[in-house]
């Protein structure tokens, strides 16, 4: 089939950001650093806007930038730069292949759902949280998609290689990588939306960018308005309905010869099959009154799509159905955690330590994020952070902050220690949640406090040297001081910055000897004296 030029600079610019917000999230090696991850996803609608509410004085120039494109072409976001609507793009191609005489038709806008949608998270957004943004925004959803479901694909088939690569005695090319567990609950929320987003495309293109999507609904109204768009040349349209068949927003319709500029996501496929050249993508002739747009039998004359059709009614049903599995997950993840947990208290550690549970009131928001609060009310949850965290100790949460961080990152320290130099996060965050910190105020940004308990401490209960926090604690707020003929730790609390090292490295186990406890605010910790910064232990008397 020959295409168009607009299809074609369509398709190219599709696959393109497509490829590239999917490595960003999928590179576990690390390879394209900070300002490549920065720059990749500065056109994204909704981290764009946050920045510009949040930080002061700054309007994203990627926000004015789709603002402007929009109000020039109509929804060239949707159809090229939106990754969530490019992946819908390649399911509905895909789902044309299966079904050979799937073909779209008219349908009426799912107007009151889709402005309702957008309605409820507005004054959610007001007044409670960003919880429903962080679901529905569809780069941050495309990002937990790519991350939580596509990259552990990649790494398993990375794994695959380097394994046949190391049996050739080939090591330079790829070596092994292991990727932290993400909890069922996040994984079943993420999974649930993707099969959402997966079966909608299939059965009806652009329905969920039509319905759900707030960032749709936003682009679409502003598309009304446009300055170019497509129109069908009453004189020479022979109402074949071609163009309404290859519609994935279904929003031509034949019997008016009319376009729903709010659905149309400006996919050219209507420009490209129309064998009379009358789909025609002009500045938008004025005066010309749109007629309003009704479901007439003439719409349906054209084939039907065989298999199953997306009702509202069977939407519901698999939202439903999926929140249901998400439950379900949660429960064998309890049950789950308990097991390991008796499995720990039963065969692992051999001290009589870590019976006394620790006591962490607060989850811990990553360095940069100022507070708690703040960063619920920012972060859109999109997991760009946790991919480009090097230690693995930012993870997605599910209930750590309560409802209103759902999905946001914490620091999970038994994934891995915030390292002292690092200030990965804060570089990439594309919504100013995590703010950047330059290495000296990282080193004095106290996230929160480590505690200590003592009945849980191998020293305590085995009668043994151990000094794991200690060693590990960059600023040694974890130090050595005499008990008995051994050493045991003590927290100098003022000098913590709540990296985790210490609880990272207590081997004590189910419950660690010392923990991090988050801080809701973040605080200016002291810096470390020199002498204190010293370990009391020597490198050759660690009993590791
Ligand atoms: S409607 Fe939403 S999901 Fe669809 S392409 Fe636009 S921004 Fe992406
Ligand atoms: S600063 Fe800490 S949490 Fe942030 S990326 Fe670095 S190691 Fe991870
Ligand atoms: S804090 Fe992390 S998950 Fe939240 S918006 Fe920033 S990069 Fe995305």
């Given at each position: ?11 190219v ?7 590239l ?5 999928i ?10 991850y920065?720059?990749?996803v500065?056109?994204q609608?909704?981290?764009a ?5 949040t ?32 992946m ?45 943004l962080?679901?529905?925004?569809p ?16 790494v398993?088939?990375?794994?695959l ?6 049996s050739?005695?080939?090591?330079s090319?790829?070596?092994q ?5 993400v ?22 293109g652009?329905?969920?960018c ?9 682009l ?7 300055l ?8 020479t ?6 163009c309404?068949r ?10 008016t ?15 490209d099959?129309?064998?009379e ?6 500045i ?44 379900g997950?949660a ?6 955690a308990?097991?390991?947990?008796q499995?720990d ?6 001290s009589?330590?870590?019976?006394i549970?620790?006591n962490k ?64 996060c ?30 849980n401490?191998i020293?305590e ?14 600023t040694?707020a ?16 003022d ?8 609880e990272?490295?207590?081997p ?9 406890d988050?801080n ?11 002498e ?13």
């Open positions: 089939m020959k295409l168009s030029i607009l299809k074609k600079i369509r398709v610019l599709a696959l393109f950001f497509f490829l917000l999917s490595a960003v999230f590179d576990f090696r690390g390879t394209f650093g900070e300002t490549f920065q720059w990749a500065s056109l609608f909704v981290p806007l946050m920045k510009t509410i930080v002061a004085g700054v309007v994203a120039w990627g926000l004015i930038a789709v603002l402007a494109l929009t109000l020039l072409f109509g929804r060239v976001y949707c159809s090229a730069i939106c990754p969530l609507g490019i819908q793009d390649v399911v509905s191609w895909f789902s044309r292949k299966v079904k050979k005489k799937h073909r779209y038709k008219f349908r009426k806008a799912w107007t009151i759902t889709r402005y309702s949608i957008l309605g409820v998270l507005l004054l959610v957004v007001l007044f409670g949280g960003i919880t429903l962080t679901v529905l925004d780069y941050s959803l495309f990002g937990r998609i790519a991350s939580y479901l596509f990259k552990p694909i990649v398993w088939l990375n794994n290689g380097a394994a046949a690569l190391s050739a005695d080939v090591y090319i790829l070596y990588y292991d990727l932290a567990p909890q069922l609950t996040v994984l079943g929320t993420t999974l649930l939306f993707f099969i959402l987003v997966i079966v909608m495309s299939f059965n009806r652009r329905l969920y039509n319905s759900v999507c707030p960032v749709g609904t936003v679409g109204f502003l598309s009304k308005y446009s170019f768009k497509i129109e069908l040349d009453h004189d349209c022979t109402k074949c309905g071609k309404m290859v519609c994935k927003a279904e929003c031509i319709s034949i019997k010869q009319t376009i729903d500029y709010s659905r149309c996501v400006a996919c050219y496929n209507c420009i099959t129309c064998p050249d009358a789909a025609v993508y002009r938008s002739r004025k005066g010309r009154k749109e007629k309003p747009v009704e479901l007439k039998p003439v719409d349906m004359m054209v084939a039907q799509p065989k298999g199953p059709q997306m009702s509202k009614r069977s939407f519901l049903f698999t939202a439903g159905a999926g929140m249901a599995a998400v439950a997950l429960s064998v993840e309890k049950v789950q308990a097991a390991v947990a499995k208290s039963t065969t692992v550690h051999t009589n330590g870590g019976k549970p620790e009131q607060f989850a811990v928001s990553p360095p940069g994020s100022e507070s708690i609060e703040r960063f619920n009310d920012i972060c859109t949850g999109c997991s760009l952070c946790v991919s480009a965290c090097p230690s693995k100790v930012l993870q997605p949460s599910f209930l750590e902050y309560g409802l209103a961080g759902m999905l946001q990152p914490h620091m999970d320290f038994q994934a891995g220690l915030c390292n002292f130099d690092c200030t990965t804060g570089e990439v965050c594309p919504t100013g949640a995590i703010k950047p910190l330059t290495v000296e105020q990282k080193h004095v940004t106290q996230i929160g406090k480590a505690h200590f308990i003592k009945a401490c020293v209960t085995d009668g043994t040297d151990c000094g794991a926090c200690s060693e590990h604690c960059p040694k974890v130090h050595m001081v005499p008990y008995g003929d051994l050493v045991i730790p003590e927290v100098t609390e000098i913590c910055v709540g990296c985790g090292a210490c990272h490295a207590c004590v186990t189910p419950h660690k000897a010392i923990y991090v988050g809701p605010e973040h605080l200016e910790a002291k810096k470390p004296e020199t204190k910064a010293k370990s009391d232990l020597k490198e050759d008397e660690f009993p590791f």
